[in-house]
């Protein structure tokens, strides 16, 4: 009883700092266009842009080092979640590899990138992290994780094997700020009714 309540209040502490990180990185216009850079140092702005060669590699470091993982971090950037993979945490982060996504039908991961589709794409994407630093086997303890996306998952334990929302985990990558468990398919979040 008392873990559940650790989890539930470390859940809700990850969810408000979400919530607080993306009502305070909503990016800033500039009125003169006469300079790209200019923009683009705007678009920039965040703890997901400060060069650090000293601490050990974020959520959000690893998957941009992993040439595994390059559309998972074109999706992240599409959505605008940088900021949200570099906080404290600690994060896991249930990391689809590309060919997770080349698994997807035809066309989605290139409707899914489109401007318009942000926010679709974003709650996917937050369907793929929780708050905590929990290695595989722990993992096996838990049949429901609460995901940032406000939803939960499934946690299935197959001989050895452990499936979150019917993605196997093939590796676990420990970082700065929690863990990134690589996983073969892309979590899709249910759909509310």
Known sequence: MKTTTKFKLL????SMLLLFV???????????????????????????????????PNVLQIAIGSPDHTTLVAAVQAAGLENALVNA?????FAPTN???EALP???VGNLLKPENKDALANILKHHVTAGNY???????FKKL???????????????????????IIASVKAGN???HVVDKVIIPPTEE
Do not use: H, R, W
Request: hydrophobic share 30%; proline share 1%; net charge negative.
């Open 89 to 93: 945490g600690p994060l896991m982060v």
């Open 22 to 56: 993306g009502c305070k990185n909503e990016a800033k216009t500039e009125t003169d266009t006469t300079s790209s850079t200019a923009t683009e140092v705007v678009e920039k702005q965040g703890q997901a842009f400060i060069e650090d060669d000293g601490s050990t």
């Open 135 to 141: 290695s595989k086997d722990f993992l096996k303890k």
């Open 146 to 168: 609460g995901q940032a996306n406000d939803q939960n998952t499934t946690v299935e334990v197959k001989g050895e094997d452990v499936y979150v929302g019917g993605a196997k």
């Open 178 to 180: 929690g863990i990134v």
């Open 106 to 108: 035809e066309g989605t």
């Open 99 to 101: 060919e997770a996504f």
């Open 11 to 14: 859940f809700s502490s990850f």
